[in-house]
């Protein structure tokens, strides 16, 4: 008979609770279908690991006590990096740095649930792979670890050993991906029902993204011009009459806008757009062509279109999940 698949969760004060308790729960509700229906195969031990504290505590307040390692658990099957606020005070404390790495050296399978990607990366044990964390804190990652690749708009994703998900919840849609990898697409799936949780969610973070696209513009001139967009998002914003507008070259102005806000105009003002729209879709009931046109997307196939690239889900699918019901009183 197999033995069980050993995970342990490295902790540190301030990790957000359900970072530690969503996987855990997943895992832990895979092992008890497994023992109670007869499946082939074995379930999950799991561990609350730190190398030295006799007990550490969540942003919450809540108190974890990590559990007792004993000679012959050496080394498990996988270990996850949790997240939460004291993920930077883990990382730049250079004993658990160096007891992560190590962890993470040897054990076959490393993963991180939102902000636990920052460890994850400072084990190097992510260099050249793909990861992803929380969408708020994807840019900092990727210029804090430049040997990694950060995709910030999956729920979660696995590049060979390395297995990653985005902020809080995703750790759920992670281990259920694990669940599925480790055993079968029948055992996820009970999980999943068992626990009332979708096996796998449509669409990427983006749609539950704050509208928030770039850091402010350096200098007055592209500052300007993201202010006109903002004003008017359904105006026809060209390069050419966008550069006009702020007294610069069309060459020097996309250069210019690029380097500061981090892509082109056209990219930035569909950003502005599918903004507009959301708010729309969610606080109006305005028919989607109306709302197209109020966004600047001239019809509703163009912004379907762009929810679908963007997104990951079409206007109507955004509103039926995303639309605020109205109270009465």
């Known amino acids: 008979m197999r033995s069980e698949h050993t995970i342990w969760f490295a902790v540190y004060d301030d990790i957000q609770t359900l970072d530690l308790a969503g996987p855990m729960e997943m895992f832990s509700t895979a092992t008890r279908l497994i023992e109670s229906t007869g499946r082939a195969g074995a379930g999950y031990r799991l ?40 993920v930077h005070d883990a990382v730049h404390d250079p ?47 990727a210029t804090a670890f430049p040997d990694i690749i950060v995709e910030d708009d999956r729920l979660h994703i696995h590049d060979g050993p390395v297995w990653s998900s985005a902020g809080v919840v995703a750790g759920i849609d992670l281990a259920l991906a694990m669940i ?87 990219r930035y003002l569909e950003h502005i757009r599918i903004s507009v729209a959301r708010n729309q879709l969610e606080r109006t009931p305005a028919g989607v062509e109306a709302i197209a046109r109020h966004a600047g ?19 109507d699918h955004y509103r039926n999940r995303f639309r605020l019901q109205e109270t009465s009183s």
């Open 95 to 141: 004993a658990y740095r160096s007891w992560a790495t190590d962890l993470a050296g040897r054990t076959p399978r490393v993963a991180s649930v939102c902000t636990g990607t920052f460890l994850l990366a400072a084990t190097g044990r992510a260099s050249g792979r793909q990861v992803t964390t929380h969408w708020a804190r994807s840019r900092k990652l």
């Open 180 to 266: 599925e990898h480790d055993h079968d697409a029948a055992l996820a799936q009970d999980v999943a029902r068992w626990m009332v949780v979708f096996l796998r969610r449509t669409g990427g973070q983006s749609q539950f993204a704050a509208p928030v696209w770039s850091e402010a513009a350096e200098t007055e001139p592209i500052s300007e011009a993201k202010q006109l967009m903002h004003r008017d998002p359904s105006a026809s914003w060209s390069v050419d009459r966008l550069a006009t507008e702020v007294g610069m070259s069309e060459r020097n102005f996309s250069r210019r806008f690029r380097a500061e806000v981090g892509e082109s105009p056209a």
């Open 297 to 315: 997307f001239g019809t509703a196939e163009t912004m379907r279109r762009a929810f679908v690239r963007r997104l990951g889900v079409s206007p």
């Open 47 to 86: 561990r609350v690991v730190h190398p030295s504290a006799t007990s550490i505590r969540t942003e919450a307040g809540i108190r974890i006590i990590p559990d007792q390692i004993s000679d012959d658990e050496t080394t498990p099957d996988t270990v996850v990096f949790v997240g939460g606020d004291g």
